[in-house]
Nanobody
Framework: QVQLVESGGGLVQPGGSLRLSCVAS????????MGWYRQAPGKQRELVAS???????TYADSVKGRFTISRAYAKDMVSLQMNSLKPEDTAVYYC?????????????WGQGTQVTVSS
């Protein structure tokens, strides 16, 4: 089992910045990638950004150039620096850890943190 604890959400004005952090604990040796998803009201959960153990990145087109994901492997932590925030970035942001075993794989999720971009 892996537990994920997020921090850093809140209310920010358009054009502002926020930094989200997520710390993993438990069986972290099984993690192959960590990332962030978000879900706005009435919409499906979508990938924001992810980073694999080998260092490869994936970003949603809507956040490229504005968001930066980083990972501190020694601390089992993943962070998301969000700049130039827009109202459409408003959502609950979830930390994700993808794990893999010999014959199975799956995902762990954090509890979610609210990000609201509004003037």
């Amino acid at each position: 089992q892996v537990q994920l604890v997020e921090s850093g959400g809140g209310l920010v004005q358009p054009g502002g910045s926020l930094r989200l952090s997520c710390v993993a604990s438990g069986s972290t040796f099984s993690i192959t990638a960590m990332g962030w998803y978000r879900q706005a009201p009435g919409k499906q959960r979508e990938l924001v950004a992810s980073i694999a153990n080998g260092g490869s990145f994936t970003y949603a087109d809507s956040v490229k150039g504005r968001f930066t994901i980083s990972r501190a492997y020694a601390k089992d932590m993943v962070s998301l620096q969000m700049n130039s925030l827009k109202p459409e970035d408003t959502a609950v942001y979830y930390c994700n850890a993808h794990w893999a075993g010999l014959t199975r794989d799956g995902d762990y999720w954090g509890q979610g943190t609210q990000v609201t971009v509004s003037s």
